[in-house]
């Protein structure tokens, strides 16, 4: 089966809007509405990409997670591939509360920073695939948001010398709010999307959604420093959605790779929901190492604990392993998920496959700072709990063959007709705060391991 049509499969059900708060955040400490769930993703209605729409089904039907961004209010201003010699300058020359659109075409770019709050940035055709702002593998960063309150949707960011899209506070102070909705960040050779910390300021409360991220073939072959690549990385980050993305393709054929998604460096409160991460060397990661150094928060979450990562929750994504020049190569597979020195951390409702054993594990949780809950998981390997981990992880399926699924050799990751052992045997106490799978359909009483509930 070709790539086209394993991802056509994959993005069967819809990416958008969170259940909790106009938003996308999920806050655990309070009850979710029955939109809370469903990695498998399409992308908003006016994109042209080939995405099919979801089928009709009897019974409950799947939520669209990713309807197309709101139309434009306040001044819009539209710009043309041939103004992109001032295109950094109309952009320093916006006010808060402004659009500026991109005709469709190519604009080539040694890197654009937003500093302005409170602005757009979007593709006037709503087409994703059809802006292009391209590094050329030599800007550091294609477009640099260091402002609050900034929108970046509906377009593409490709071949920047570091990451696709950069997120970071400045000299002055901390920035919040950043929303990156449906765009495309494809061979960025550092990460797709970096959120990171600068001087004494912090980058917190963003958004990222209805994106697909990607390292391709062709990437690949460009790809340096031991293959430190990877699709959206959260350092020193508070209050993070990562929703209803695709991330794809992180690895190489030398080098190990970094995970499709990791929050860590004393990362707070990120949910991780209904994201498909397919075909990468490590899947997603709340913390990384045990090291100290990191983000200190005035509350003490944790009893002081110093944590890579504090909170948060990871629930109902799909994790797919399956293609052959992966294993070959010298990243292989790792593991799905890991929690790494992650403090009172949820991982529920995942649904792992890795076509060969892991290295590590389908899920690992390790090291005496990592607390909290994984369970109800469905895995096609083991969940491992190492150097003291306090975690709880009963019940958990574990070894379950891929017949359980619809289809994974293209990556249905759906409950096939046929399986038993998921079906009706996963703990009922997470209902409350996991009401729906991973296409917001909802859960009965006697839910099912992983991400789907048939």
């Known amino acids: 089966m070709t790539r086209v049509t394993i991802l056509a499969v994959l993005l069967i059900v819809a990416c958008g809007g969170d259940k909790s708060d106009d938003t996308g955040t999920l806050n655990v400490t309070t009850t979710p509405s029955t939109t809370d769930t469903g990695p498998f993703t399409t992308e908003p209605t006016t994109s042209t990409t080939t995405t099919p729409t979801t089928t009709t089904t009897t019974g409950p039907q799947a939520i669209d997670f990713c309807p197309p961004w709101a139309a434009a209010t306040g001044t819009v201003i539209s710009v043309g591939p041939g103004d992109v010699a001032t295109l950094q300058a109309t952009l320093d020359g916006l006010s808060s509360g402004d659009t500026l659109e991109l005709q469709d075409g190519t604009y080539d770019t040694s890197g654009l920073s937003i500093t302005v709050p409170g602005v757009t940035l979007r593709s006037a055709s709503g087409d ?117 993305n695709i991330l794809e393709g992180f690895w190489c054929d030398s080098g190990t790779g970094q995970p499709a998604i990791a929050a860590w460096r004393g990362s707070r409160d990120t949910q991780i929901l209904r994201n498909a991460v397919q075909d990468s060397a490590r899947g997603i990661s709340l913390g990384m190492t045990q090291e100290v150094l990191a983000r200190s928060h005035d509350d003490l979450p944790c009893t002081g604990a110093l944590a890579q990562h504090f909170g948060g929750s990871v629930i109902n994504n799909t994790v797919w392993a399956y293609r052959a020049e992966l294993f070959n190569s010298l990243s292989t597979v790792a593991f799905g998920i890991a929690m790494d020195s992650a403090c009172d951390a949820l991982v529920l409702h995942n649904s792992v496959y890795i076509d060969a054993p892991p290295t590590v594990a389908a899920i690992i949780h390790r090291y005496s700072t990592t607390s909290g809950s994984v369970q109800n998981n469905l895995v096609s390997h083991t969940v491992q709990r190492t150097d003291d981990a306090t975690s709880s992880a009963i019940p958990n399926l574990e070894n379950e063959p891929g017949t359980s699924f619809q289809q994974i050799t293209s990556g249905d990751m759906h409950l096939a007709p046929g399986a038993i052992n998921p079906i009706d045997s996963a703990t009922d106490i997470w209902l409350t705060l996991v009401p729906d799978d991973f296409e917001g359909i909802p859960r009965d009483a006697t839910p099912d391991f992983g991400a789907d509930e048939r």
């Open 128 to 244: 994703r695939d059809a802006v292009i702002l391209d590094g050329n593998d030599s800007a550091p960063f294609v477009l640099g948001l260091f402002a609050n309150d900034l929108t970046v949707a509906d377009l593409t960011v490709r071949n920047a010398y570091s990451n696709g899209i950069l997120v970071r506070s400045t000299s002055a102070s901390s920035v919040t709010g950043a929303n990156v909705y449906n765009v495309v960040a494809t061979d960025n050779l550092v990460r797709g999307i970096s959120i990171e910390p600068f001087a004494n300021g912090f980058a917190d409360d963003g958004t990222i959604a209805c994106s697909r991220i990607e390292l391709t073939d062709t990437g690949r072959t460009r790809t340096r420093n031991l293959c430190d690549v990877g699709g959206i990385e959260a350092r020193e980050a508070m209050g993070w959605t990562l929703r209803d």
